[in-house]
């Protein structure tokens, strides 16, 4: 059973910065691309960054191009975002997701599995 955990959300002022941390378990990480979703409250979830199994392609939403960064250490089992810049509006509950496979082809729109949730609030 593969298991996601993510950490490091919390409150952060406006142009601040946070980096929140998703570690996997249960499977073989390097053979899983990973990705990090948002949900609103009153949203849908949507799709923010995804990162292949070798960490060599990256993919992002337009809305965080420039100032969230994905990256992993397959060693530690461990996938970052790095979040800089941060508006009010990416205020929401972050989540982090894995795949079966370890290219992005599919994890932005249909991950196979998903953590619990941190929340990030970014005040004005």
């Known amino acids: 059973q593969v298991q996601l955990v993510e950490s490091g959300g919390g409150l952060v002022q406006a142009g601040g910065s946070l980096r929140l941390f998703c570690v996997a378990s249960?499977?073989?990480?390097?053979?899983?691309?990973m990705a990090w979703f948002r949900q609103a409250p009153g949203k849908e979830r949507e799709f923010v960054a995804a990162?292949?199994?070798?960490?060599?392609?990256?993919r992002y939403a337009d809305s965080v191009k420039g100032r969230f960064t994905i990256s992993r250490e397959n060693a530690k089992n461990t996938v970052y975002l790095q979040m800089n810049s941060l508006k009010p509006e990416d205020t929401a509950v972050y989540y982090c997701?894995?795949?079966?496979?370890?290219?992005?082809?599919?994890?932005?729109?249909?991950?196979?599995?998903w953590g619990q949730g941190t929340q990030v609030t970014v005040s004005s």
């Open positions: 997701a894995g795949d079966k496979i370890p290219v992005i082809t599919r994890i932005t729109g249909r991950p196979a599995y």
């Open positions: 249960g499977r073989t990480f390097s053979t899983s691309a």
């Open positions: 990162i292949s199994g070798s960490g060599s392609n990256t």
